[in-house]
């Protein structure tokens, strides 16, 4: 489908010049999380980019004005846009604030040409608003998006060649790109040439869509059906809606309405069509559309955002828009698609337990931002903090690197203790049929098969030190009778069990010997010295009860960016606590930390 779509330049920066009065010709930034998102033109020329840091940005431009991102301030300030736009031409989809997008046939034989459409958009939102636009036109809304950068118009059939010249960073998965690029492939036009099978089979069904992208395919037109009619929620109110705060609670119980709705038939929203009606009659409607599906808290989000549009308005000039409170409020899903894999609740899929539940993490949400309420889930790795991700309350739990199951560390083995006094040698106890077996710390095979060490701290006597050992099962080994997994099973990851706490930045630590020297490793991992004491950042010195390791982790040492090489130890010590620790650099860090 011919598209046409309406992009603002810096439109965070606009937004709050519009809102808040800031001078938006001088150097501006806005910053999410300490990083720049957004810039003014002003900013650009002295070296301020997207993704620096704050004391960055300032060293390069002193003089600069530094403004907090707002997403409701932005979609606030982009309604009068948007109405703008659709006096001229109708069917307007609201992507994000500051872009906007429709189909260009009709525009294009009112006004006689998609080019004069295009002029005719951009001259009316800059008389109306006095906000700078530019306008792509493309087939489909992803290459329109890219082409609305430069302000060109792709003839048809001509979007794939447009696409195959622009780097692959565009498709804003920043996961995906770093490994195309590692492999090879730069331009959107190096990854539409690969055979599709083979990018799904490689990257899954998120790289088959992003692949679509790149070749200039749209995958939601192919995916959305219109719904049907009984899905709409609506409210109509005795007392008119005149103030954000209660408009906003009062679609947000739509919101979950409609989600709950179309939970039931196995539904997901991907375009929300948000109408109003006030009390002197006057009709309001705005459809947003989302890159994936619209959850409880997204739809929420969106209808707070243009109730504080309508009833707030942010036009230059102009007075607050509409002229009467709202009376009546409906929520349409425009376009819907099959999902019947969303999210369940932290407490089971029904219960008021998870509707309570639902309805406070959505809250909070709403009043901080996505990122203040998450979730972890765990996914592959080598180390206890690269194995959880953290996702947002709402989204899709995906693990960033997907890994095979491993119940255990090694195949046909069984999970035994090793303990150890200081005045004896160590024994092994295997933990079967409540017998045991013990062998000297010399001897390689018990009496019930050959020991592997892979020691983790458990719990023991007093006086006694428990690590974790692998004895492997008498007899023969029998082939595996099913395949190997298909996903990577991260060679070298720690083993079971995991530990119960790990802390978010590593705890800088010493090793001491005997004679208070620190402990290192050499390049054939010999220690320097047997260790005897463990100083946590500033605190006393703890007296190292039993020590196991080290076990060497190499990794990507094919990117020098990336690389990590370590030395794994786990100690217990005389507090009770069994810590694993790491050693990088001549560095001794606590990873994390044994219940």
């Not at 501006?28 to 997207?50: D, F, I």
């Not at 403004?67 to 992507?95: K, L, N, T, Y």
């Not at 037109?221 to 109509?236: F, N, Q």
């Not at 029998?478 to 395949?483: D, T």
Request: with cysteine; aromatic share 4%.
């Amino acid at each position: 489908m011919r598209t046409l779509l309406l992009w603002c330049p810096d439109w965070a920066v606009t937004a709050a010049e519009i809102v808040d009065g800031v001078p938006g010709a001088e150097a501006v930034v806005v910053l999410r999380g300490n990083r720049v998102v957004a810039c003014s033109e002003a900013a650009r020329r002295e070296g301020v980019r997207k993704g620096l840091r704050r004391r960055e940005a300032q060293s390069r431009c002193p003089q600069l004005i530094v403004v907090e991102d707002d997403p409701a301030r932005d979609a606030r300030a982009f309604e009068p846009v948007v109405a703008a736009v659709e006096e001229v031409a109708v069917g307007v989809e609201v992507i994000r604030p500051g872009e906007c997008a429709l189909a260009a046939k009709g525009p294009a034989r009112y006004f006689g040409g998609e080019e004069a459409a295009a002029e005719r958009i951009v001259e009316h939102v800059a008389e109306a608003c006095a906000v700078e636009s530019q306008v792509g036109v493309a087939d489909g809304v992803f290459a329109a998006g890219l082409a609305a950068r430069d302000g060109l118009l792709i003839p048809p059939g001509e979007t794939g060649a447009f696409l195959g010249g622009i780097p692959i960073e565009v498709i804003e998965r920043p996961e995906l790109v770093d490994l195309l690029k590692r492999l090879g492939i730069k331009t959107l036009g190096e990854f539409a040439r690969l055979p599709p099978g083979d990018v799904l089979t490689r990257f899954g069904f998120d790289g088959a869509l992003a692949h679509r992208l790149a070749a200039g395919r749209d995958h939601r037109p192919l995916a959305v059906r219109k719904p049907p009619p009984d899905l709409d929620v609506a409210e109509t109110y005795d007392e008119p809606l005149e103030r954000v705060d209660v408009a906003a609670f009062a679609g947000r119980v739509l919101a979950e309405k409609l989600h709950e709705r179309l939970a039931a038939y196995g539904l997901a929203c991907t375009r929300l069509g948000i109408e109003a009606v006030t009390a002197d009659g006057q009709e309001l409607h705005r459809v947003w559309r989302h890159d994936g599906t619209l959850t409880a808290a997204a739809i929420a989000e969106r209808v707070r955002w243009q109730m504080d549009g309508w009833l707030t308005g942010a036009r230059r000039g102009a007075e607050a828009r509409p002229t009467a409170g709202l009376v009546r409020l409906r929520l349409v899903p425009d376009g819907v698609i099959v999902h019947l894999g969303l999210q369940p609740g932290l407490w089971g899929d029904a219960g008021a337990e998870r509707e309570r539940a639902h309805r406070a993490f959505s809250r909070v949400q709403g009043l901080l931002g996505p990122e203040a309420v998450v979730t972890p889930v765990l996914g592959g790795g080598r180390s206890a903090d690269d194995q959880v991700r953290l996702v947002p309350w709402g989204d899709e739990r995906e693990p960033w690197a997907p890994a095979a199951v491993h119940d255990e560390p090694v195949p046909d083995v069984a999970v035994t203790a090793l303990l150890s006094r200081a005045s004896e040698p160590i024994r092994l106890v295997e933990r079967r049929h409540e017998q045991a077996s013990r062998v000297g710390a010399g001897d390689e095979r018990t009496g019930d098969g050959s020991v592997v060490w892979l020691p983790v701290p458990e719990a023991a006597p007093d006086d006694e030190e428990v690590v974790t050992v692998v004895a492997v099962r008498p007899g023969k080994r029998r082939r595996a009778s099913k395949p190997p997994p298909a996903l990577p099973p991260w060679p070298g990851r720690l083993p079971k069990p995991a530990p119960a706490v790990v802390p978010v930045e590593p705890l800088p630590a010493v090793v001491l010997d005997a004679d208070g020297t620190p402990v290192g490793v050499s390049a054939r991992l010999e220690l320097t010295g047997d260790p005897a004491a463990l100083v946590v950042e500033r605190a006393q010195p703890i007296e190292i009860r039993g020590w196991a390791g080290p076990w060497p982790v190499d990794e990507r040492w094919w990117a020098p960016d990336e690389a990590r090489r370590r030395a794994r130890f786990q100690v217990a010590l005389v507090d009770g606590r069994a810590l694993l620790l790491a050693l990088a650099g001549g560095h001794w860090v606590v990873e994390a930390i044994y219940d």
